[in-house]
C-alpha cells in the first residue's frame, strides 16, 4: 500500500472485489468489520475508503442499516483522489498541535490570552445563541495558539493543516452526518481547559489538554461515521499512544 493514502489503496481494493462479484444496485454490501477482517486492514481505513467510496457515488452508507451499493464499479472518481483521509489528519493534528500548545504556554504573553479569551466568549455566545455550526471560531482559537508561540513557521503549519481540512470532501461528508449538536457545547469545555492551562503557563497540562480534545473530536466523528451500528463510540480506532514525558522534559 502506498504510505500516504492508504485508505485510497483500501477503497480500490473493496470496489474490485464488488466488480468481481457482479453484485447489482441495491445490494447490501459487507460490514465495515467483514471487509476489515476480509482485507486484512484496520476498521479505521475501511471507514475513510467507505466514505471516499460515497463521494465517488458508488454506495450510499445508511445509518444503522448498512451499506449499499448504487452504482455498478468503474472507474474512480478523479476528484477525490488527493482528499486526506479525516482520522489521518486528526492524528497529525494531535502530535502537532498538542506539542505546540505546550510550547504556548512557555511564550504566551497577556495579549495572547486576551485574544483567545475573546475568540472562546464570542464562540460561547454564538453556541448559546443556537447559532448554526460555524467552525471558523474553532479555527481562529487553534490560530491563536499556535501564534502565541511566536513562531510563524508553527503558525503556518497549524493553519496548513485546517485549510487541508477546509477543502477535503470526506471532512465535509462527515461533518453533514453529525445532527446533534450537544459536541460543541462539550468542545467548548475542553478550549477552556486548554486555555486555563496556557494561562497557568503550564506546558504539560496545556500539551495534554489539547491531546484530549483532538482525542474527543476523533470520538465524536467516529460515533457518527461507523455504518453498522450508531452506538459505535470509537474503541475499534487505534489512535497514536499519547507522548509520555518524564518530569523534567
Not at 61 to 71: D, E, F, K, P, T
Not at 110 to 132: C, H, N, P, T, V
Not at 161 to 183: C, E, G, K, T
Not at 202 to 215: D, I, S, V
Request: glycine share 6%; proline share 5%; aromatic share 6%.
Amino acid at each position: 500500500m502506498t504510505p500516504g493514502r492508504r485508505y485510497q489503496d483500501v477503497a480500490a481494493m473493496i470496489r474490485a472485489e464488488v466488480a468481481a462479484r457482479r453484485l447489482p444496485a441495491g445490494a447490501r454490501l459487507d460490514t465495515e468489520r467483514q471487509w476489515s477482517q476480509a482485507l486484512g486492514v484496520s476498521r479505521s481505513l475501511v471507514r475513510e475508503a467507505v466514505i471516499m467510496l460515497e463521494i465517488q457515488g458508488l454506495v450510499e452508507v445508511r445509518q444503522g442499516s448498512g451499506i449499499y451499493l448504487l452504482a455498478e464499479p468503474g472507474d474512480p472518481a478523479p476528484a477525490a483522489q488527493d482528499d486526506v483521509g479525516p482520522f489521518e489528519l486528526l492524528q497529525a493534528r494531535q502530535l502537532l498541535e498538542s506539542t505546540i500548545a505546550a510550547f504556548a504556554a512557555e511564550q504566551v504573553t497577556k495579549g495572547d490570552i486576551l485574544k483567545m479569551r475573546d475568540a472562546l466568549e464570542a464562540e460561547r455566545a454564538y453556541i448559546e445563541a443556537g447559532g448554526g455550526p460555524d467552525y471558523a471560531s474553532d479555527e481562529l482559537f487553534h490560530r491563536l495558539i499556535a501564534e502565541a508561540t511566536q513562531n510563524s513557521v508553527l503558525t503556518s503549519m497549524v493553519e496548513e493543516l485546517w485549510a487541508v481540512r477546509d477543502r477535503s470532501p470526506m471532512w465535509a461528508r462527515l461533518h453533514a452526518r453529525i445532527f446533534n449538536q450537544d459536541y460543541r457545547t462539550s468542545w467548548l469545555d475542553d478550549h477552556q481547559a486548554i486555555l486555563d492551562a496556557l494561562r497557568a503557563r503550564n506546558p504539560e497540562a496545556a500539551r495534554r489538554a489539547m491531546w484530549a480534545h483532538l482525542g474527543h473530536v476523533r470520538e465524536t466523528l467516529l460515533s457518527v461515521s461507523d455504518s453498522d451500528d450508531p452506538s459505535f463510540d470509537g474503541y475499534l480506532f487505534q489512535p497514536v499512544p499519547e507522548i509520555a514525558r518524564s518530569p523534567g522534559a
